[in-house]
């Protein structure tokens, strides 16, 4: 299961169980959503660590880079193009295990909230 944090795009179906993995306490890694407010109010995924909006991208990326540089770190959205973006950004600034979640929440066939 681990192999899978090692690389740079996950599928859903590879999320949803890394998450079942975390919840036993074989892996660990942070979720990211960067959807907006108002899109994550109606529903996402169950196990987000931090809901972090690229509309505010400007103000918490460098404290973000600075606390989670070492730690691995999958970000999601709606269908993969922003956190694919945001893993772009933070990977050339040398995090060095950043995943984008493909096919975001419109994939997910996992539980939600």
Same mark, same amino acid.
């Given at each position: 299961?681990?192999?899978? $944090?090692?690389?740079?795009? @996950? ?7 890394? $998450? %079942?993995? +975390?919840?036993? #306490? ?7 959503? /960067?959807?907006? !407010?108002?899109? =994550?109010?109606? #529903? ?11 509309? *505010?991208? !400007?103000?918490?990326? !460098? ?9 691995? /770190?999958?970000?999601?959205? +709606?269908?993969?193009? +922003?956190?694919? %973006?945001? !893993? &772009?950004?933070?990977?050339? &600034?040398?995090?060095?295990?950043? @995943?984008?979640?493909? #096919?975001?929440?419109?994939? =997910?066939?996992?539980? *939600?909230?």
């Amino acid at each position: 299961m681990s192999e899978i $944090l090692n690389k740079s795009h @996950i599928s859903s179906s590879e999320l949803k169980s890394l $998450l %079942q993995e +975390r919840d036993a #306490g074989n892996v660990d890694f942070i979720l990211v959503d /960067v959807r907006e !407010q108002m899109e =994550y109010d109606t #529903g996402h995924i169950k196990g987000v660590d931090m809901l972090n909006p690229t509309s *505010t991208f !400007q103000s918490w990326a !460098q404290s973000f880079l600075d606390e989670n540089r070492d730690k691995t /770190v999958i970000f999601t959205c +709606r269908t993969g193009s +922003r956190s694919g %973006q945001v !893993q &772009n950004v933070f990977k050339s &600034n040398g995090m060095g295990n950043v @995943i984008n979640h493909s #096919g975001g929440i419109m994939s =997910y066939a996992g539980e *939600t909230e």
